[in-house]
């Protein structure tokens, strides 16, 4: 069936325009599930692109960065939604991606001037613990504490990796020295999110690393107020999630046309309630209720993306040597 | 035993050994072709290959310890359930790894059943993290798995030898050195291998209760090549150090295993009139009722948390479950088409060490095949159209180890036993298949099926790499819950998992144990 049409699609070439055009965007696995933004998403699109809109899920932010890798120039995809900033200059390098057009008016915490990527969505990591305990309010406070944490391995997670950049971004050379005051209050370190916030909510720790918006879960989809984010003071680092459009892609308009309406109210109202992130623009209508009681860090950490790679590098051994004794 | 005392054909045998070879090594090669660059061992990885190594050997070590009293007790006594329990043996291997690490926890963990019990007595609390935790969860699910093993190493003893032990009046001791003891050696090579190697490959137990960045394995290593850093060239070596580790312990312990035969019997029942005093009850209620403990405790906590999320579950991923269903029945049939050949050969064969090649799959990261596959399907097809496929294929090459080492022993048992009569009656080809070997390894056949389905449902395997929204199936259906706050719904899905798996494995296992020649 495959070689049947692929043999047609060769035949009739020169009559595709007329067809219903297909734009295929790469994308990490919990964005196309069921109950994540992707059909939605879909839905909002197609109603107004008089085109088929396929997502094809991919692991997490770094699987899907990996995959484009593999596949290189010949891949299918025309959009890849869902890296963050820390893979974005590695996307860059690749060569694969164009540059893009959108124009919108970002309600991020900083400024947004990269001319590839397009953010769609953001959020703070933070500690999230049962509101009802006393929490230690940055990290030293917390080393000196016998709270127990437990957190993502930034080898194989992205929050983890979060939580590497965080500490590096508000310590700098000193961030060794906070992880060693930290390896006592570790209780594990897993491979990836699920795991973590699994063991938090069987009362393996008194915290989890997630996003200030996690509490919003539980509120809302399970009407729980029995969790909340912890404020740090040395600020939150930020996870800014992105899109971008690929050279090689044969739906060059079309994927401006996605990239622009991922910016516009259509989508962006879907992603607090199915993303459980912050919308990069604030819709007309405001956040969903429930977000207005999540707390709002007055301070955003961010590594620049040409940053992001080097200094990993240094703050992955000093991570792994503090932990390890 | 004469060369080619028994006519069984080793051509089929070695184009299996040839085809999973192929398999795996074409893998490695596409990722070795697309690396760039040079890599060199750095500390850290020589680290993380000593822990890998260190904590496979404890766990192999204490999981078959534990699995020789147990095993014993098991093969001395008859008891309401018992049937019941061996086929629970089967239930913790077949459990996705955060299932089983939280139902651990549940009993084990910070605020588990046991801190809750020490504390409630005044006692200091015990964390379980470190390398005692790996150990106790490696433990956990290869135990039972060891146990089978052996168990059925001890239903391999004819029911004459007993009977004659019993009329001699011989103590348990004596029955420890004459039959027991050369039966353990026979067994525990092999089953030490296996478990070693399914935990030289441990990734998400070492990572989640080893406490931190010290228990980091080769296969972490791996993911992160593959993963964080792109770096193929690396990937590749490290997944071919695993391989040559893993084919090294395999190679050096199915050669030691020894020739040992109790030679044929007439098939009757075990029945065990030397064990019959106080003591030696005591002893055998003590071992099974700890591993009845250490069993039942995190499946009934697993159990009740995914009742309490069965209502959560979205209706669709009942449907995955369909899919997972036939996706394991098909894996069995692949399974069976290359593991009874494979059987064949290694029976007949001098060189017992070609078993070797049945754990490859096994020794080999899944996501370096995975990743190697799709570099090999991509510039021809769509790789999303070849999850389904690729994925039988994967769950048959990961479980072919353990259907040799069930098979194996039972088949050179047979094939000593019965080679002179049918040499003399000139039974061969597919007769000697009906009327000889299939029959007496129909326990062997159902037990090793039922692993397969059973690990076939309940592994995410390399479905994740490839699929897209339409192709899930229920372990990925069940991350995917898990990975969006839904964690109820996800212990439910993981209920519904694990009845379904151990249900087929309960079907297939039963079938080969009823109306089996040698119960």
Known sequence: MKYLAFAAGVLTATSAFAETPELTVYTYDSFVSDWGPGPAVKAAFEAECACTLNFVGAGDGAALLARIKLEGARTEADVVLGLDTNLTAAAKETGLFATHSVEADYTLPVEWADDTFAPYDWGYFAFVHNADEAAPTNFKALGASDKKIVIQDPRSSTPGLGLLMWVKAAYGDEAGAVWAELADNVVTVTPGWSEAYGLFLEGEADMVLSYTTSPAYHLIAEEDATKAAVTFDEGHYLQVEVAGKLKGSDQQELADQFLQFMVSDAFQTIIPTTNWMYPAVTPAGGLPEGFETLISPDKALLIPADKADALRDVALPEWQNALSK | MAERAFQISHRLGISAAVFIAALILSALVAVAMRAEGEFTMTPGDWAALRFTIWQAILSAFFSCLFAIPVARALARRRFVGRSLLITLLGAPFILPVIVAVLGLLAIFGRSGLLNDALRAFGFETVSVYGLLGVVLAHVFFNLPLATRLMLQGWRSVPAERFRLIAQLGMPPRMVFRLIEWPLILRIVPGAFALVFVICLTSFAVALTLGGGPRATTIELAIYQAFRFDFDLGRAAVLSLLQIVVAGGAAVLALWLIPQVSFGGGLDRMQARWDVRRGFQRGIDAGFIGAAALFLILPLAAITLSGLRGLGDVPLHVWGTAWTSLWVALVSVLALLVLALPLAGWIATTRCASVETVGLLGLAAS?????????????????????????????????????????????????????????????????????????????????????????????DLGVIALFADPDRATLPLQMYRLMGSYRSEAAAGAALILLVLAFGLFWILDAWGRRHAIAE
Do not use: H
């Not at chain 2, 996501?367 to 769509?382: Q, S």
């Not at chain 2, 069930?406 to 000697?432: D, F, H, K, N, W």
């Open chain 2, 366 to 458: 899944p996501l370096m095949i995975g990743t190697g596959w799709f570099i090999i399907i991509f510039p021809f097809a769509d790789p999303a159209d070849w999850a389904l496929g690729v994925t039988i294929v994967v769950n048959a090459l990961m479980a072919l180890p353990f259907a040799l080492r069930i098979l194996v022993p039972v088949m050179r048992e047979t094939v000593q036993s019965y080679s002179r009569l049918t040499q003399a009656l000139g039974v061969q080809g597919v007769r000697l298949w009906m009327w000889i070997l299939l029959p007496r390894l129909r326990p062997q056949i159902g037990f090793a099926a039922g692993l397969t389905g059973a690990l076939s449902v309940g």
